[in-house]
């Protein structure tokens, strides 16, 4: 049931299934008649861990009807990581690791998150300018989330 109008398309928030293998994931969305998913990082890699490949992926998501709307998230473009590597707050993946998983998965969008120190907002700006053209040149769109720009200085 594939909407004329961008945004109308009906997508499971892989944070609300987290904890569940992406195998199963899948399968359960198009059943409950989702037409996308979005993609978060964490589960990604444990599927992967568990031999899963990007390919494999993308077949379990395109064989069902289903699309990536969006993989998330790019928690390195404005400068370090402030949390440990097993912290729910680690992006878990470097910007251009998530950007081959998008494109792997034909995912539509990077999301940007950035929680670190405040960053000058013309800096932030520069930064979220050339994340979006790298984004672009492999196939997805970037947004930011608002928290970035609350946090940014002026």
Do not use: K
Not at 6 to 15: I, K, M
Not at 51 to 74: M, S, Y
Not at 95 to 111: F, S, W
Request: hydrophobic share 45%; glycine share 6%.
């Amino acid at each position: 049931m594939s909407s004329e109008r961008l945004g109308d398309e009906l997508v499971l928030c892989n944070v609300s299934v987290a904890p569940f293998p992406l195998e199963d994931v899948f399968p359960a969305a198009a059943a409950a008649g989702f037409e996308g998913v979005s993609m978060l990082a964490r589960p990604h890699a444990r599927a992967v861990r568990h031999g899963r490949t990007n390919r494999e992926l993308c077949e379990l998501i395109t064989d069902r009807g289903l699309f990536v709307c969006e993989i998330e998230a790019a928690g390195d473009w404005l400068g370090p990581v402030p949390f440990p590597a097993d912290s729910m707050f680690h992006p878990v993946y470097t910007v251009d690791e998530l950007l081959d998983v998008g494109e792997a998965l034909e995912a539509r969008t990077l999301v940007a998150t950035h929680f670190g120190a405040p960053v000058a907002l013309d800096d932030a700006a520069r930064a979220f300018a050339q994340l979006c053209h790298r984004a672009l040149e492999r196939g997805c769109a970037s947004r930011s989330s608002s928290r970035q720009w609350r946090r940014s200085q002026t």
